[in-house]
Nanobody
């Protein structure tokens, strides 16, 4: 069954950077995608989104620090996180509409990757 695979999480000090990657488990293409995060005791929140036409949007808390992107191959998505803060600590989830030549875009979620920022 097709799903999204995330990687790149870890433990970093405040002020450092991390790059998260999101890839389909099979040979599907990314139509549009978004990154969400959920901190302990809090609701899942939208961090960044990338529309099929390339339009991006960011939560105010990460604007100017995070960048969402998709490779030209349309098979890999990224979230570049710069100048990380302790309040960025959360499990980060990738969500995307995936398609192939004979399958219309359908929504999928990743399993999440932990990002921990120490002060």
């Amino acid at each position: 069954q097709v799903h999204l695979v995330e990687s790149g999480g870890g433990l970093v000090q405040a002020g450092r950077s991390l790059r998260l990657t999101c890839e389909p488990s099979e040979s599907y293409y990314i139509w549009d995608m978004a990154w969400y995060r959920q901190a302990p005791g809090k609701q899942r929140e939208l961090v960044a989104s990338l529309a099929a036409n390339g339009t991006t949007a960011y939560a105010d808390s990460v604007k100017g620090r995070f960048v969402i992107s998709r490779d030209d191959s349309l098979k890999t998505g990224h979230l570049d996180m710069n100048n990380l803060r302790p309040e960025d600590t959360a499990i980060y989830y990738c969500s995307a509409y995936l398609y192939s030549y004979d399958v219309s875009p359908r929504p999928y979620w990743g399993q999440g990757t932990q990002v921990t920022v120490s002060s």
